[in-house]
């Protein structure tokens, strides 16, 4: 475990995003394998650093939404390596991906409730308001990808 105060660096460690960019440069070159679980988030502006400093030869990306708002999804070959598996949800329903349903539960507020809820309602991001919100639609559909876990190259 790395981050929260904790610095107990192991043959399988596990780190936030945030405690890898902290410690990367002193702790990077003892790896051989790195997994980058929510692998979109790296191309950020300082998140792509922590890959960088890095070593491990061989890394793995997993994201089910490599696509970005600001088209940068590009970097990801250079971060982690090319993808080497990916799914079209249409592909997955009911083989590999458990088949979902929406069920509405209405919840009913009293007049006070209602008004002490409003100013938290109203800047609370809805889908499809912004880029980045949730539960935006891409044309392709939802699906998930594996890149990299392949030697990368230090050139």
Known sequence: MLGDGRREVW????????SAYIHMKEIGKGFRLVVFDEA???PGPTLHESAL????????????????ADQQERLLAALIGPFVFREDIAEAKGRTLADDSLVRVPIYLGAEEQASSRPARSSAPTAGS??????RRRSSGWWKTS???TPRSRA
């Open 11 to 18: 043959p399988i460690t596990v780190t936030t995003y945030d």
């Open 130 to 135: 912004s880029p980045s919100s949730i539960g």
């Open 53 to 68: 400093d890095c070593l491990a030869p061989r890394r793995l990306g997993l994201t089910a939404t490599p696509e970005r």
């Open 147 to 149: 890149c990299g876990c």
């Open 40 to 42: 979109h988030h790296l």
